[in-house]
């Protein structure tokens, strides 16, 4: 019961009043506004580090003991946010996870309505297929599994492959929009060559610089996703390395976009690259919706709502809504980042802002 109702408790008029409400499957609103309406988001996700010195041999153990077949579908770690009750999300918008593939294994195929990346970690020899354009794999590419897109998995190499899956899960079940279908074959036929996305959008004359925003999308709005498949290392390094020469900010980030409409490579969610200088440290900033960040390169620490996180290559972090962020190396590093914005700036609810001072530090993670 509330302050409101407890002090009424003494009243047997308005007592009954509540009894009937209740017993009606009905809330008073003035019971309950500053619960509904707070200043501020208020996340049940808190900030979190899951290291890739744990998930790295879990996933071994994983390739050894469990075999990727129909009803598991995939061999996937979730990352599961302590704040969530168990549910097994980084944050409450955003799924992230470790997924490997053992030497010649094939994850089945199968779509679904909510959308997928794969950013790769470490590996050769694998492609995910989507809609018959097999796209090759390899360390630092980003790869989109549009929502309702056939997918499937191969390992063609002698190697464990292992690549971090990020979707917009838990904001399609929140819709009660999710499907899911398996495809009659355990692997859908490839259709020509591969990477067939990638060629085409290279034969029609498009660059790097096409594929990638300085900073973040601020404008563009797409409900269509990305005609480009797969986004390449090769590229991304590039053009952070041309941020970095000409900008000598402590950070250097980019937005992957959708070539033909400069909008998020997906409407669900953004992806990003961040670079941080030797000895650079980024400013503080909060935003509405969720971030997870993967260690490409490098190592250093982040401060999130006054913690500080010390990470390395392969660990992943999670940064709630309007959680104050700033994030440092001392010998350098590259970030991946998947982010909700997408669907806050088509609601017209993303709010960010810079702080003026850095947070200090109040706890160290660990």
Request: glycine share 10%; proline share 8%; with cysteine.
């Amino acid at each position: 019961m509330s302050t409101v109702e407890e002090s009424q408790v003494g009243d047997p008029e308005l007592r009954s009043l509540y009894q009937d409400i209740a017993a009606a499957e009905l809330r008073p609103l003035w019971t309950i506004t500053e619960q509904l309406l707070t200043p501020t988001p208020r996340p049940r996700a808190i900030p979190w580090l899951w290291r890739g010195s744990v998930l790295r041999p879990l996933a071994e153990r994983a390739i050894r003991l469990v075999p990727v077949e129909r009803g598991g579908e995939r061999r996937v770690l979730s990352l599961t946010n302590p704040g969530l009750g168990g549910r097994p999300y980084a944050a409450g918008t955003l799924w992230g996870a470790l997924q490997c593939l053992g030497p010649r294994e094939t994850a089945p195929a199968h779509r679904h309505s909510p959308g997928a990346i794969r950013f790769v970690i470490e590996g050769e020899g694998v492609w995910t297929t989507v809609d018959g354009d097999a796209c090759d794999m390899r360390p630092g590419d980003l790869v989109l599994t549009p929502g309702g897109a056939w997918h499937d998995h191969a390992n063609g190499g002698d190697g464990h492959m292992f690549w971090f899956d990020g979707l917009d899960l838990p904001m399609v079940e929140a819709l009660d929009a999710v499907f899911f279908e398996q495809h009659p074959e355990l692997r859908q036929p490839v259709e020509g060559e591969h990477n067939r996305s990638e060629a085409d959008f290279r034969e029609a004359g498009g660059t790097a610089r096409d594929t990638m925003v300085a900073g973040a999308v601020r404008g563009p709005l797409d409900a269509a996703h990305s005609p480009l498949l797969v986004y390449r290392w090769t590229d991304t390094d590039a053009r952070l390395a041309e941020l970095a020469a000409s900008d000598p900010a402590p950070m250097a980030s980019v937005e992957f976009t959708n070539p033909h409409s400069g909008a998020s490579v997906l409407p669900t969610l953004s992806c990003g690259m961040h670079r941080l200088r030797p000895g650079g440290t980024s400013a503080t900033t909060r935003r509405s919706g969720n971030r997870v960040y993967v260690v490409f390169r490098g190592e250093g620490h982040s401060v999130i709502e006054g913690r500080r996180f010390d990470w390395t290559a392969g660990d992943m972090f999670v940064v709630p809504s309007w959680a104050a962020e700033r994030h440092a190396s001392e010998g350098g590093a590259d970030l991946f980042s998947l982010g909700d914005d997408p669907v806050l700036r088509a609601l017209g609810i993303y709010r960010e802002e810079t702080l003026p001072q850095p947070q200090p530090v109040t706890d160290v993670f660990g």
